[in-house]
């Protein structure tokens, strides 16, 4: 079975996010100061062939482990989506 | 009312991902062979200050419209909480 993973990879809350911050700046800038609070991750989609669903949340969470996420800066969470 | 806006910025589907390929070579190359289709984009996540549910969309719109999202490469969806 074929599985869509989408993934988030976000700084760490207890982090500053300089990304976030410059993106904040830049809304008051157009005129959006309606908006706070701002960070900015990482969003990953990927097809995993798996056996069924706890296979496939193996290797996706393998991914985020090994190569996707920096665990000491970076938090990851995802969804699987069974595809037709 | 505050609402938090998860927004998604992903390369359009019809363009090359090389930073999408990188991933998948770097996932086959730790062993996960099972994964494909690798997409890689932006994950942003911000809280904003409006009357109502319509007005906090048109903001998030606005925001990705100008600032987060280059429409001309990628392509953008977010959702909506109203937080407590």
């Given at each position: 079975?074929?599985?869509?993973?989408?993934?988030?990879v976000?700084p760490?809350?207890a982090?500053?996010?300089?990304?976030?911050?410059?993106v904040?700046?830049?809304l008051?800038?157009?005129?959006?100061?309606?908006?706070?609070?701002?960070?900015?991750?990482?969003?990953?989609t990927?097809?995993?062939?798996?056996a069924?669903?706890?296979?496939?949340?193996?290797?996706?969470d393998?991914a985020?482990?090994?190569?996707?996420?920096?665990?000491?800066?970076?938090a990851y969470?995802?969804?699987?989506v069974?595809?037709?």
């Amino acid at each position: 079975m074929k599985f869509k993973a989408e993934i988030d990879v976000m700084p760490q809350d207890a982090l500053l996010d300089p990304q976030g911050k410059a993106v904040a700046n830049g809304l008051k800038n157009i005129g959006l100061s309606a908006v706070e609070n701002v960070r900015v991750g990482k969003h990953v989609t990927l097809l995993i062939d798996a056996a069924d669903k706890t296979a496939a949340e193996a290797i996706a969470d393998e991914a985020c482990r090994k190569l996707l996420a920096n665990p000491v800066m970076e938090a990851y969470r995802f969804t699987l989506v069974e595809q037709a």
